[in-house]
């Protein structure tokens, strides 16, 4: 089985019936909400859905999973994708330029369970850019101080239209490369004072649980 689908396999057994989930984004999650909305219709169980994008909420209307808001519900669980975890389970997210709604769902969940295939395992975060977004008027003086942390900056370009990505919140994100990335939560703090971001891709501190797809099945680990 695609090792992705293996971790989101796995993780939609972890939701609970009557639990309120958060939806993350990507390809990995794509596998886990597909097999919620499959739990739904073959168990009869009901469960409420917070979408953390336009693509989670397309797959999760698609896939019959009923949704709600932050404001109405309090998140139970919340499983989300990730482009590198280290050994502390810190991360580096926003491949798919989402990371701000799936920092804000999944930092306000009761238990956030990450879902990756074995290749996202890392010894140290930074070989991935970190996904910075910003408001366009602030480009150029984010991106100076993007070099003054000793990053190199990129704005992420579009695949199928001209001119930069934007984000679901109207936004630019800068790919910013740094060389070594020895202390995550500071880096990450650093980053969101700038003015002009609204977020940043290191999730620090957040994870409760990171499920493995691995050539020989699934593989845990759990924060301390
Ligand atoms: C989107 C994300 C994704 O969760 C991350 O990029 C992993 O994606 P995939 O499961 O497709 O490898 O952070 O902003």
Redesign the pocket.
Known sequence: MNL?KRAGYEAAKKVKDGDVVGL??????HYFINQLGERIINEEIEILGIPTSYQSFFIARDSGINLTTLEEHDIDIAV????EVDPDLNLI???????TL?KVVDNAARKFIVIVDESKMVKELGNFPVPVEVIPQALKAVEKSLIELDGIPSLRMAKNKDGPVITDNGNFVIDTKFEKINNPLQLEKDLNNIPGVLENGIFSNMVDEVIIGTSQGIRCLKSD
């Open positions: 992705k993350g984004t990507g390809s990995t999650t989300d994708g990730a482009d997210k926003g491949g798919g330029a989402a990371h799936e």
